[in-house]
């Protein structure tokens, strides 16, 4: 048997050799798919905030309020319109964003109706939310039970300010009433009397002899400090006719602290006054004379001062050119500090001396 070992030896040998010719080397496996990215939301806000100059003006029955981003103020979203995370519903009318047609992005709304208690008004109930007309003059919306109207009859104003006696009547055919001036009617009725009488005589005597003198009070001045104007209508004058007429104003000098002159302990100053008299300027024109005025004074809190006793003079003024001219001057005896501060030329401050200004101002 010994002559068999070779023989066997060989064949291991063999076998070991055709073994490693013939392995397989196992194929690589493609890679995996990679994971799809995570979808990104959109960012509808933005910051630092970008707000316009002036807020929009929102139609009757929008609430204007503040964005989602809480930057800017805008008309908030009605029923059934988009919104997003920065157009907001309306949460005056129950409103919410319902996101739930916009899975998995939730990017985009709807405003939807929050569940609320309805109103009832002369029997007719009506759902929260709901916007409703009860008559031609307001529109009203419900809102957990409570009802909130706004006024549809905005166009009508009052008369101009010379009119001492405005009222409103009903006009046929139309819902809001309109604003008339008893003092016009009683001035057209002496017209004929006017237009008869100058057929005999001198017409501007005549007209001047049956006129109704009507003047509003000044204006507040332009200029809270510094040479201003003042104006107002008035036609108290030879021809009867309604003229604006104009008078410089100095509320206060602009280059004077006047805090620093207020007494320690108080928190205003009512009237200021300098030591030392001065000139009058305007466009380089200098007065003729020296002037000492009162000028209204300061507070340190909320309160503001303003002339309540005042008279116009006349200054006359030297020009450059060498030219003369003069100009009404308001001159102030007094002020007083008070919390009604209004700004320049406020027009509706004066709408206060009016019957029904209380209905105006609501």
């Known amino acids: ?27 690589a496996m493609p890679p995996a798919p990679a994971t799809s990215e995570a979808y990104i939301r959109k960012q509808y806000c933005k910051w630092p905030c970008e707000c316009p100059e002036h807020p929009p003006v929102c ?45 998995p992005r939730y990017e985009v709304g709807v405003c939807g109706q929050m569940t609320g208690v309805g109103c009832l008004l002369n029997g007719v109930r009506y759902v929260n939310g709901q916007s409703f ?18 006024p549809l009859c905005t166009n009508s104003r009052p008369p101009l300010v010379w009119c001492q006696h405005p009222k409103r009547i009903k006009m046929a055919g139309e819902c809001c009433e309109r604003w ?17 009488s100058s057929a005999y005589g001198d017409e501007s005597d005549s007209w001047h002899n049956n006129c109704i003198i009507q003047t ?14 003042s104006t107002r209508i008035s036609n108290d004058n030879a021809n009867c006719k309604l003229q604006k007429e104009r008078r410089l104003c100095n509320m206060r000098p602009c280059d004077v602290d006047i805090t620093n002159h ?12 300098e030591n030392e008299p001065k000139n009058f300027t305007i ?16 507070c340190t809190d909320d309160r503001c001062c303003t002339p309540y006793k005042s008279k116009t003079i006349q200054v006359k003024f030297n020009c450059p050119d060498g030219s003369d001219l003069s100009w009404n001057v308001m001159w102030i005896n007094a002020c007083f500090c008070n919390l009604s501060c209004r700004k320049p030329n406020d027009i509706f401050a004066d709408l206060e001396s009016y019957h029904d200004f209380t209905e105006i101002i609501n």
Request: aromatic content about 6%; charged content about 20%.
């Open 133 to 150: 007309q009860p008559n031609c003059k307001y529109n009203c919306t419900c809102l957990n039970g409570d009802i909130g109207c706004v």
């Open 262 to 273: 207020i007494k320690p302990g108080k928190k205003c100053l009512a009237v200021y006054r």
């Open 283 to 298: 466009s380089g024109c200098v007065s003729k004379t020296t002037y000492r005025p009162k000028y209204c004074g300061v």
């Open 59 to 103: 139609p009757p029955g929008v609430s204007l309020v503040t964005d989602g981003c809480e930057c800017c103020k805008t008309c908030a979203k009605q029923l059934g319109e988009n919104c997003t995370e920065a157009d907001t519903c309306d949460i005056h009318k129950g409103l919410y964003c319902d996101y739930s047609r916009d899975s």
């Open 1 to 27: 048997m010994r002559w068999l070992l070779p023989w066997i030896v060989a064949a291991i040998s063999i076998c070991q050799i055709i073994s490693q010719n013939l392995s397989i080397t196992p194929t």
């Open 180 to 196: 008339v001036c008893d003092d016009l009617k009683r001035f057209r009725k002496t017209s004929p009397r006017h237009i008869a």
């Open 216 to 229: 509003t009070p000044w204006s507040s001045c332009t200029k809270t400090c510094g040479m201003g104007i």
